[in-house]
């Protein structure tokens, strides 16, 4: 369940971090900078930033529709039947 | 979109793009004219998300400009059912990916994610369909983020759907620009000074968590989506719900007061004042309210002036109030609504649901998919029209060929 957090926060690069997509996106502990670094140009910060579009990338050429289950493709046609009229 | 394509606001859009003589390369759905992909796309949306009839996922209708954008694209490639399908459950994935990643952007950030996240989706479903080769994705993405937008204070106007329409041509732009060699910057996404999420997630928390899973775990099957009951805020839909089930146990006479609770994010977009149009009309308590109580559900007829203007539905809506449950105030992923009516001897009745119908929790029966479709095809083409659409529908992804699609679209 999501819920609206009870503080404010401003956003939180170390988040970006944290769990286990950090692993597959980021790789390197290197983003969690003050604010004054982050104005600089980082190659790493590059680097990392091609790894998320290259996630996407991914996923998009190489998505193959054959392997989903049954499921999703029935929720695809729903999703045209609700759209189209 | 078919019922959409018959909404004052995309009357305004078509004539516009009429007026724009572009070459009629494709079919926009539910008119006579053909135009650009692009400008297709922009029709197209405005009508899918006009009549606020369209899916709803995870922060409202984010995956709206998506099948709008596909549909022109399949037209003018000659893809295949098949291939579409494919392309929509990119758009699909990506879309709750971006909304996942920062669930607090519409109620904090103010944005409409059917513009701020809704290109992104709809953008990389047509870079599947032009099959836009890998090392250029960067670039679609990059353009993309800088075609997003959409402000939610314009919900209740023309231009809620509009978002729907510019992120459905938007991801054209991007996807055939990108395709072309069309620069963007690499770090569009990330750049934590510039980049998108900075820029619409500026105070809010992000996490990037959500996009590992792409390829291998689907929110398509494991959220799912809704398809809406009724053609209003999707945020109001619990409300309506609850009070369907509170109309057998109550006489509208004898009703004092309707107290809707529901959470902070639902308060933030569906408004306590009567409506003064039909887009307001749907994103106001006291309106939907009062009409499910006297006439029960507010279907296609409940949004028109004759309605609005309805003294018996003014009447009760004076005693609608709505206010912040206390027990789920703070839910983003469901919109939860309590409904408490007192009657005039003091008796209060009292219906709680935390799903709306057509959640996968509460899907629409086979019945009621049906009779939305036909509610709404037919306002466009004639039965025998609507019957051959929503049979070829029926077995879309196994169809050959969208070529029987596009005449059967067409305004009847």
């Given at each position: 369940m999501t819920m609206i957090p009870q503080r404010e926060s401003s956003i939180d690069r170390r988040l970006f971090l944290g769990g286990p997509g950090a692993l597959i996106l980021l790789g390197q502990p290197v983003l969690a900078q003050d604010a004054k670094s982050e104005a600089k140009p980082d190659a790493k910060a590059d680097a990392i930033v091609k790894r998320l579009s290259?996630?996407?990338?991914?996923?998009?050429?190489?998505?193959?529709?054959?392997?989903?289950?049954?499921?999703?493709?029935?929720?695809?046609?729903?999703?045209f039947i609700d759209t189209s009229p | 979109m078919l019922a959409g394509s018959r909404e004052e606001g995309s009357e305004i859009v078509c004539e516009m793009v009429r007026q724009e003589?572009?070459?009629?390369?494709?079919?926009?759905?539910?008119?006579?004219?053909?135009?650009s992909p692009q400008l297709a796309a922009l029709a197209n949306g405005v009508a899918a998300h006009i009549m606020d009839y369209d899916m709803s996922s995870l922060l409202g209708q984010p995956t709206s400009p998506i099948i709008p954008a596909l549909l022109p694209l399949a037209e003018s490639t000659g893809a295949t059912p098949a291939e579409v399908t494919a392309a929509f459950i990119v758009g699909f994935e990506v879309c709750l990916k971006f909304a996942r990643s920062?669930?607090?952007?519409?109620?904090?950030g103010g944005w409409h994610a059917v513009s701020s996240i809704g290109t992104m989706g709809a953008a990389m479903a047509c870079a599947r369909i032009l099959r836009v080769p890998r090392e250029h994705i960067a670039n679609v993405l990059g353009i993309a983020a800088s075609l997003s937008g959409g402000l939610s204070a314009n919900f209740g106007t023309m231009t809620k759907p509009l978002h729907s329409g510019t992120s459905a041509r938007n991801a054209i732009l991007a996807a055939t620009l990108g395709r072309g060699g069309f620069t963007a910057s690499a770090t569009a996404l990330e750049n934590p000074v510039s980049g998108y999420f900075r820029a619409f997630d500026r105070g809010i928390k992000v996490s990037f968590d959500p996009f590992a899973e792409l390829g291998r775990r689907y929110d398509i099957v494991e959220?799912?989506?809704?398809?809406?009951r009724y053609p209003c805020g999707g945020l109001g839909h619990t409300a309506i719900d609850a009070t369907l089930e509170l109309r057998n146990?109550?006489?509208v006479d004898d009703i004092t007061t309707i107290k809707t609770s529901i959470t902070k994010y639902a308060a933030s977009r569906i408004g306590d004042k009567y409506p003064t149009s039909i887009e307001s009309a749907k994103f106001s308590m006291p309106y939907v309210a009062a009409y499910t109580a006297l006439y029960g559900a507010p279907m296609l007829k409940a949004f028109t002036e004759e309605s609005i203007a309805d003294e018996r539905i003014k009447t009760l809506a004076r005693k609608v109030s709505v206010a912040?449950?206390?027990?789920?105030?703070?839910?983003l992923d469901e919109s939860p609504s309590r409904v408490t009516v007192t009657l005039a001897d003091g008796h209060t009745v009292q219906r709680m649901r935390y799903y709306a119908s057509g959640t996968p929790q509460a899907p629409l029966t086979k019945e009621q998919v049906e009779e939305k479709f036909f509610l709404c095809a037919e306002r466009a083409v004639d039965n025998t029209a609507a019957t051959k659409i929503f049979s070829f529908l029926n077995q879309f992804e196994g169809e050959p060929s969208l070529a029987e699609l596009w005449t059967l679209l067409k305004r009847g």
């Open positions: 290259d996630t996407i990338a991914d996923f998009v050429v190489g998505f193959d529709a054959t392997s989903l289950p049954p499921l999703a493709i029935e929720r695809a046609r729903l999703a | 003589g572009a070459g009629p390369k494709v079919s926009v759905v539910g008119q006579s004219f053909r135009t920062a669930p607090e952007q519409s109620l904090a959220r799912g989506f809704k398809p809406k146990e109550i006489k912040i449950d206390p027990e789920f105030a703070d839910i």
